[in-house]
């Protein structure tokens, strides 16, 4: 099985793998390799589309959630990122520290957002 690249017309860079649903992501532990925001073709607000690294797979996440993308654009530092995604009680979206068994699963030195 080859790697599909997602090209959209709005992205300015290239995104490798398959896109994943939000739902298969939470509280999984994720590494963001780039990212960027761009227009959305289906909303007024900014989309995020994160290249991920989960389960050892490249794969692409689109969110419309204004807290995950203000946070990742307010960090200085470049990815590569080592976090997971929460869903508090109010229904937003976070990124959340992974605990120490689930940085042994990327077997590098982390940088968390």
């Given at each position: ?56 797979k490249e ?37 959340a520290k ?16």
């Amino acid at each position: 099985m080859g790697v599909d690249l997602v090209t959209k017309s709005y992205l300015r860079k290239k995104f490798i793998g398959d896109k994943i649903s939000l739902k298969d992501v939470i509280y999984k532990p994720i590494m963001i390799t780039q990212y960027e925001v761009s227009d959305s073709r289906f909303y007024s607000s900014p989309m995020l589309t994160l290249q991920i690294v989960i389960d050892d797979k490249e794969r692409v996440l689109f969110t419309q959630s204004r807290v995950l993308r203000k946070t990742i654009e307010k960090n200085k530092d470049k990815p590569p990122y080592y976090t997971k995604i929460i869903k508090r009680k109010n229904g937003c979206l976070y990124f959340a520290k992974l605990t120490d068994k689930e940085k042994e699963l990327f077997n590098v030195k982390i940088f968390e957002l």
